[in-house]
C-alpha cells in the first residue's frame, strides 16, 4: 500500500458497512447523564437511545472507529477461517502472543490477550477491587475501569486534568493512599483527546509503581507519529509494575471484532488469569485477523496518515468556525459548542450524522470521531445548519 492508496477501493471491499450509508437508529433522548457511573463531576453525556427502524446514518463519527479496516488481508484472512469456527484457538492465541512479544521486547509471560482493550480494563478491576479500596485517576477520563471498581466496592478518586488537560500527576500522587489498589492512566486521554508528557508519566510511573500498580491504556498510542518514544512498555521489561493496554479497535480497524492485549509483569498476569480467563474469551476469527493485522505495516501507516490528515483538516474547519477544540492525538476531536447540549445531538442525528455530546466542566461539548473526508464535511454541513437555526 502506498500513499496514494484509493479510499474508494476501500469503501467498496465492504469494510464500512457498520459506518457508512447502512440502515441505523432512529433515536430517542436520555437526560444528560453521567459517563458510565455517577461518580463524576466533571463529565456527563447525553446518550441516544438506539431504536433498528427507520433512518439512515449517512456518517457514523460517535464511536471512534477507524473507517477504513479491517484491511482486506485481514478480511481474507477471517473469511478462511470461518470453517475453522468448531475448533478452538488457543494455537492462534499462542501464535499471536509470540508475534505480541516480540514487537513489544518482552517475554511471552508478560502479555494476556482479552475481547478488547475494555475487557482487559474491567478484568483487572475485578480481580484488584474484590475487596473494595480505591482507584485514582484523572477526571474527565476513561471511564470503564473505574465504574467496574465503584461496581465491585471500590471507591473512586478522582483528580481534575491540569488546565491543559495533561494529567496532574503531582496531584495524583498525593491522591495515592493505603487503601488505592490501582491508579488508571489513559494516554493519550479520551475523551478529551489530549496527551500526558512521556517523561513525566514515566517518572510518575517509577515512583508509583512500587506501591501500587499502574495501569496505563494505550488504545490510542499508534495514532502518535512516534508511538515508539511515548509507550511504557519499557517499564513492564524493566520489571516493574505496570499494565499497559492497547487494541485492535482503533488503528487495526476491528473494533467489531473485539480484541486487545495488555503488557505487564509475568506475575501480573497471573494476579488476573487465576481469577478470570484469557483466550477462552476469543473467537478464531479474530484471532486469524488480528495475526494478519499484525502484518499489514502499509495499511496501518495509510490509516495513521489519513487519520492525521483528516484530524487536522476538521480541528482547522472548527476554528474556522469561532471554535477552540483541544488539540487532538487521538482519532476524534471535541470541542466546546455554543448551544445546549441535547437540541445539538437531536439536530445532527436527526440529519443522520452521529456525533457525541457532553457536559464538561459546566459546558456543552462535541466530539466528532474522524471519519472519511467526505463524512467530516457532511458533519461540518450538518453542524453549520443546526447551530445556526
Known amino acids: 500500500m502506498t500513499k496514494t492508496l484509493n479510499r474508494r477501493d ?38 441516544p437511545e438506539l431504536r433498528m427502524t427507520e433512518s439512515r446514518m449517512l456518517a457514523r463519527l460517535n464511536a471512534n472507529e477507524n473507517p477504513y479496516g479491517p484491511s482486506p488481508k485481514v478480511i481474507q484472512a477471517i473469511t478462511e477461517s470461518v470453517s475453522l469456527g468448531n475448533r478452538y484457538g488457543h494455537g492462534d492465541a499462542a501464535t499471536l502472543i509470540s508475534m505480541i512479544a516480540e514487537k513489544e521486547g518482552v517475554d511471552k509471560e508478560c502479555i494476556m490477550l482479552g475481547p478488547g482493550s475494555t ?13 473494595g479500596g480505591n482507584i ?19 471507591k473512586w478518586k478522582p483528580v481534575p ?20 489498589r490501582l491508579v488508571y492512566v489513559c494516554n493519550p486521554n479520551n475523551p478529551t483527546g489530549s496527551i500526558s508528557d512521556a517523561a513525566a508519566l514515566r517518572k510518575f510511573c517509577l ?53 486487545g492485549y495488555i503488557v505487564a509483569t509475568p506475575e501480573r498476569i497471573q494476579s488476573i488469569t487465576e481469577k478470570v ?35 487536522e483538516f476538521i480541528t482547522s474547519e472548527i476554528i474556522k468556525l469561532g471554535y477552540s477544540p483541544i488539540p487532538s492525538f487521538t482519532s476524534f ?28 466542566y459546566d459546558k456543552p461539548w462535541c466530539r ?11 458533519f461540518l454541513e450538518t453542524f453549520k445548519k443546526v447551530t445556526q437555526a
Open 333 to 360: 476531536v471535541i470541542f466546546p459548542i455554543h448551544m445546549e447540549g441535547e437540541k445539538f445531538m437531536k439536530g445532527m442525528y436527526g440529519e443522520g450524522v452521529g456525533i457525541r455530546a457532553y457536559d464538561m
Open 10 to 47: 476501500w469503501l467498496k471491499s465492504g469494510l464500512l458497512l457498520a459506518g457508512g450509508l447502512v440502515a441505523s437508529p432512529s433515536f430517542a433522548y436520555k437526560r444528560s447523564m453521567p459517563v458510565k457511573s455517577a461518580s463524576t463531576s466533571l463529565v456527563k453525556e447525553l446518550m
Open 368 to 378: 466528532v470521531s474522524m471519519g472519511t473526508q467526505q463524512e467530516l464535511e457532511l
Open 161 to 180: 486534568l491540569a488546565a491543559d488537560y495533561s494529567h496532574d500527576f503531582a496531584g495524583m500522587a498525593a491522591a495515592i493512599d493505603k487503601d488505592t
Open 277 to 311: 480467563r484469557s483466550t477462552m474469551g476469543l473467537c478464531v476469527t479474530s484471532l486469524k485477523g488480528a495475526i494478519a493485522s499484525m502484518q499489514e505495516t502499509a495499511f496501518l501507516a495509510e490509516c495513521k496518515s489519513q487519520n492525521t490528515e483528516c484530524r
Open 136 to 154: 485514582v485517576s484523572a477526571d474527565p477520563s476513561y471511564m470503564s475501569v473505574m465504574s467496574t471498581a465503584q461496581a465491585m466496592g471500590g
Open 207 to 259: 515512583e508509583v509503581s512500587p506501591k501500587v500498580p499502574v495501569f496505563v491504556d494505550e488504545a490510542y498510542l499508534e495514532f502518535l507519529e512516534t508511538p515508539e518514544t511515548q509507550t511504557m512498555v519499557g517499564l513492564v521489561a524493566e520489571g516493574k509494575d505496570v499494565i499497559v493496554a492497547r487494541t485492535f479497535s482503533k488503528i487495526h480497524g476491528m473494533a467489531g471484532l473485539r480484541i
Open 119 to 131: 475487557d482487559l480494563l474491567e478484568k483487572a478491576a475485578i480481580t484488584r477491587f474484590q475487596h
